[in-house]
């Protein structure tokens, strides 16, 4: 099993700043990409930032130069420093990790944490 605990979350005006933090645990080989998605009210859940294990970064163009996504590969974590943030941000963040959980693994698993809340207020 792999659990996904996302912390960070809360209430800031806009144009503040957040840090979300996600850590994997359970039984991990690697984990190769993690990222961060959110859902807002009425709306399908959508991608904000995703990273390799190598550190590449892809950025949704409604945060990019915004949010920052980074991970420590050794705490198995996973960050976003969310800034400038807008009531348009508001939403449940979730990350997400694929992982490999034996060295033999034939591919990684999918793994979700239960996600934590942003509002952003104008």
């Known amino acids: 099993q792999v659990q996904l605990v996302e912390s960070g979350g809360g209430l800031v005006q806009a144009g503040g700043s957040l840090r979300l933090s996600c850590a994997a645990s359970g039984t991990i080989f690697s984990i190769n990409v993690m990222g961060w998605h959110r859902q807002a009210p009425g709306k399908q859940r959508e991608l904000v930032a995703t990273?390799?294990?190598?550190?590449?970064?892809n950025y949704a163009g409604s945060v990019e130069g915004r949010f920052t996504i980074s991970r420590d590969n050794v705490k198995n974590t996973v960050y976003l420093q969310m800034n400038s943030l807008k009531p348009e941000d508001t939403a449940v963040y979730y990350c997400?990790?694929?992982?490999?959980?034996?060295?033999?693994?034939?591919?990684?698993?999918?793994?979700w944490g239960q996600g934590t809340q942003v509002t952003v207020s104008s």
């Open positions: 997400n990790a694929e992982v490999i959980r034996f060295w033999n693994s034939r591919g990684p698993v999918s793994a």
């Open positions: 990273i390799t294990s190598r550190n590449n970064t």
